[in-house]
């Protein structure tokens, strides 16, 4: 297994041409803007250099405005629990990810329909306590859904990738610093 195989996403809150442009044309970029309001124009210039470099293009936890941008699909996180939104009548190139950190939020995914599931904090970081190699593990057999590694993935530790050997890896300061 080698990184440049696998599926990469960076998590973003704005929109930098310059790095962009000189990221790896396999990564794709998940919209998370937290702190501030999120502006409609932002998102159609994201999208529309996406769509030039053809790169995928994720909204998190907005199903109706991922659609109504014509983007690649909507990530769905680990706390948005929402079970009525229809999800087969999207187009099928359309893609729901999601994260879990447990077997009862991968569950809640499953019934989500999503395609890919982020299973995190794989490593500690600032914020997190870690998953740890064995839970991911244990977590990744749970499911049949294709892994994501996320969380604190760096230059010293993404090598051990390798151990778990995942279909991808999402990663913000990864990105950031290349």
């Known amino acids: 297994m080698h990184i440049k ?7 973003i809150d704005d929109f930098d041409h310059t790095h ?3 990221l790896d044309k396999n990564i794709s970029f998940i919209w998370r803007n937290k702190d501030k309001e999120t502006k409609l124009s932002t998102l159609i210039k994201i999208r529309d ?22 983007v690649n699909g909507v990530y769905i996180s680990s706390y948005n629990k929402n079970l009525n ?20 939020e991968i569950k809640t ?9 982020f299973l995190s904090p ?7 306590k870690k998953l740890d190699i064995y839970k991911y593990l ?8 294709k892994d994501i590694s996320l969380g604190g993935i760096n230059n010293q530790n993404i090598k051990k990738l390798k151990l778990i050997k995942p279909f991808g890896f999402a990663a913000i ?6």
């Open 5 to 11: 195989n696998l599926k990469k996403y960076f998590f």
């Open 20 to 22: 962009f442009i000189n």
């Open 49 to 70: 250099f996406c769509k030039k470099n053809r790169r995928e293009f994720f909204i998190s936890n907005n199903i109706k405005l991922a659609l109504k941008l014509n």
């Open 85 to 104: 939104v229809k999800f087969n009548n999207f187009n099928k190139r359309f893609k729901i990810i999601g994260s879990a950190h447990n077997l009862k």
């Open 109 to 117: 995914k499953e019934l989500q329909k999503i395609d890919e599931i």
């Open 122 to 128: 794989l490593f500690k970081d600032k914020n997190n």
């Open 138 to 145: 244990n977590l990744k057999k749970m499911t049949k859904l």
């Open 173 to 178: 300061s990864y990105f950031k610093k290349k």
